[in-house]
Each structure stands twice: as C-alpha cells, then as structure tokens.
C-alpha cells in the first residue's frame, strides 16, 4: 500500500533526484559533456571518507549506502542513496574532503561527471544554483530527524521507522497492493538502525510472528506497513 498521507516519508528522503529533473537543456548538456558511465558489483566502494573529489556520482540504476567507520572500525549507515540521487556534490561545493564514505548495495551503474563541469554548470545556471540551495537546506531537515531518531527512539522503534523509509527505496513499478521486496544484508540494516545485527535479526523474527513481516532468506516483504508506523510511535 501507499504511505501517503500516513507517513511523512519526505522527511526521510533527501530526493537529490530533483536537481536534474527538467534542467534547461543547455545546463544539461554541460553537465553531461564529459561524463562517463561504470558498473560497480555488490559491496564495491565508490568513495572514502577522507579523499578529495574528482566529480560528482549520478546513480543510474541501484542502491549505494553512504556510511562512516569509528575508530574500532564499526560502521555507521547514514542514509540509502537510491536510482536518479546524486552523490559527492557536498565535497566539491564545500573545497573539502569527502565527510563519509560510499559504497553500493547492489549491482549498479553509476555516472561520473567532472568537477569542472559540475562546477561551470553551477556558475552558468541559476536553476541549477536554486535547487542545490533546496535540496542542501532539505538534508540538514532530514539529517535532524535522524538524529532525533536516534536520540529518543528504542531500536525497535527505530528498526521499525527505517523499514518504512527503505520499503519505499525498492518499489520498482509499484501499483497499489503489491508485495516490496527489501533486499538489504542483516548487517548493512543493523548499521542502518545503529545496533547489532543480533537485535535485528531477533526484533526480525518478532515482527514476523506478529504478521508484520514476511522473509524470504535476506529479503523482507513488509505485509503491514500500518503496523509498523504504530511500532515506530512516530508522530
């Protein structure tokens, strides 16, 4: 079923796929001018915390987490990066480092674009220079929710909250009624939640016998998204 109108999802989505969309075709062409395409397998990483920027990533097609490592070498998923988001573009604009890491989730095939032309296309295009302006003030709301998640909210609650979130990251071709297969590891969804991958897969079987949920080897299929939004206590 839709969340809409049940669940702010927005406030989850940092929807960087709007910053493309409809550009003036010149823009567009800038950007695209020089760009170069790579299929990256499962668990490939696309950049690391620490390193400088060459460009800009554009997600094709896939699934890439974007995640910190704590000095004991525990890593932290900060947000799931879907089909059409871009990714890197925080570096550049900041003349930094990259603050985190990222690495794909699954097969998937990701657009290199030149930090010279990102850069000229920011310089020409006004429409360009307004939405990135949108979307940066966008993540900082969703980044504070994030850390208010993690802040008051136990880790059923929490793993209960980024089922939502990643249920509506793997629609493909979605119509109402249809089953959603997530397809994330135990660990990567613990990383998520920020617990053990114990608890998760303990708070998982939970959530099947209560007819939340339905496994099938890794993959999730949440049978009540309702439900869920009631575990999560959101309000």
């Not at 097969?107 to 949108?134: G, H, T, Y």
């Not at 929490?158 to 990643?166: D, M, Y």
């Not at 119509?175 to 959603?180: A, K, N, R, T």
Request: aromatic letters at 8%; hydrophobic letters at 40%; a neutral charge.
């Amino acid at each position: 079923m839709s969340i809409k109108g049940i669940f702010p999802i927005d406030k989850w989505d940092f929807k960087s796929e709007a910053i493309f969309a409809d550009l003036p075709v010149g823009d567009l062409e800038l950007l695209m001018a020089r760009k170069s395409e790579q299929t990256y397998k499962k668990g490939e990483i696309i950049f690391r915390e620490g390193s400088y920027p060459a460009g800009i990533f554009y997600i094709e097609s896939g699934k890439v987490k974007k995640y910190k490592v704590d000095g004991e070498g525990r890593e932290q998923i900060i947000y799931v990066a879907n089909t059409g988001e871009l990714l890197g573009y925080h570096a550049i604009l900041a003349d930094d480092s990259y603050p985190d890491s990222a690495a794909v989730l699954e097969q998937s095939v990701i657009a290199f674009i030149p930090k010279e032309d990102f850069l000229e296309a920011i310089r020409l295009s006004d429409v360009l220079n307004r939405r990135l302006l949108k979307t940066l003030s966008h993540e900082f709301a969703v980044l504070a929710n994030s850390l208010t998640l993690f802040a008051q909210k136990s880790v059923r609650e929490r793993l209960a909250l980024q089922l939502i979130v990643i249920r509506e990251k793997y629609k493909v071709d979605f119509e109402p009624g249809m089953p959603v297969e997530i397809n994330m590891s135990r660990g990567d969804l613990a990383s998520l939640v920020g617990t053990a991958r114990e608890n998760v897969v303990r708070m998982l079987s939970e959530f099947k016998e209560e007819g939340t949920i339905e496994t099938k080897g890794r993959k999730i299929i949440v049978l009540d998204v309702k439900k869920l939004i009631k575990i999560a206590n959101y309000r």
